[in-house]
């Protein structure tokens, strides 16, 4: 089929194979290219939450201890650091919540909002009002009366949870990253030895099918333009553009040559545009 083409066919579709070639490459370097950026964005979002999150924790065990720092020596001092630890809890706790989408997640976060509050509520802010108007001792009295319940583990529990999750969520992004990276180098050695290896397969047809007979048709030529014309003439039988060219080299071949040779193609005795054989 390849060899029945005219010339120009047979170049189009040359570059047409190399531009096809070149085209599902580019194709798989953008799919490979296009994992990496959406698991790098993943990362970076888990990053993101992950910080949040042990900010959320930090200012929780920050209020706790300030409170607690309160509790025993009345200072004011630990009552700035105290409210700075709860503002900051609350503008963390805005910022993080749209981030997240796993259901479980949610819930965690909104756990440890949640109980924050109420640890706030029931011992926080009231026994630091207690020590305030002047009831140090009746606030250190009913934490001790309290024990376990005036810790702040039910609000920092869920957010090691949280915690948790978005670790592993980093390093399954992480091993994305990197098997997206060797599937873009898997493409880049084989598609590149495949593209090469194409357009050396193409050069290879188009240099038997063109260039050889060309070489040897402009050898003929020569030889008949001597008064040489015993030469065997070669691509007489040929479809193409080729044919035309060494359709007036067989005409000019003795008779005795001509009878062995192989007549021209029917494209080559065709009229032209002008009315005239190409003969």
């Given at each position: 089929m390849f060899r029945a083409m005219t010339i120009p066919h047979k170049l189009a579709v040359s570059f047409l194979v190399l531009c096809a070639s070149a085209a599902a490459m580019m194709l798989v370097f953008y799919s490979s290219f296009d994992a990496i950026r959406r698991a790098t964005d993943s990362s970076n979002a888990s990053q993101t939450v992950l910080s949040k999150v042990q900010t959320l924790e930090t200012s929780i065990l920050r209020q706790n201890s300030r409170f607690r720092g309160f509790m025993v020596t009345a200072?004011?001092?630990?009552?700035?650091?105290?409210?700075?630890?709860?503002?900051?809890f609350d503008s963390t706790y805005a910022a993080v919540r749209p981030m997240l989408s796993?259901?479980?997640?949610l819930r965690n976060i909104y756990t440890s909002q949640r109980e924050t509050l109420a640890?706030?509520?029931?011992?926080?802010?009231?026994?630091?009002?207690?020590v305030e108007r002047g009831g140090q001792q009746q606030a250190q009295?009913?934490?001790?009366?309290a024990r376990q319940t005036v810790m702040t583990s039910k609000a920092v529990l869920p957010l090691r949870a949280v915690r948790d999750y978005e670790s592993k969520r980093l390093v399954r992004e992480a091993e994305?990253?990197?098997?997206?990276?060797?599937?873009?180098?898997?493409t880049l050695?084989?598609?590149?030895?495949a593209l090469i290896a194409t357009a050396i397969l193409l050069a290879v047809l188009l240099s038997?099918?063109?260039?050889r007979l060309i070489t040897r048709l402009?050898?003929?030529?020569?030889?008949?333009?001597?008064g040489r014309h015993d030469v065997e003439i070669q691509g007489a039988a040929r479809s193409d553009e080729l044919g035309d060219m060494a359709a007036p080299c067989w005409s000019s071949a003795t008779p005795p040559w001509r009878s062995r040779l192989p007549r021209p193609s029917r494209r080559a005795t065709m009229p032209s545009r002008s009315g005239q054989s190409t003969r």
């Open positions: 200072d004011p001092t630990y009552l700035k650091s105290y409210r700075e630890a709860r503002a900051e796993d259901p479980e997640m640890w706030r509520r029931d011992w926080g802010d009231r026994l630091i009002a207690l009295q009913m934490m001790r009366d994305r990253q990197a098997a997206a990276i060797h599937t873009g180098m898997k050695v084989i598609g590149g030895i038997r099918t063109i260039a402009t050898g003929t030529m020569a030889e008949l333009a001597i």
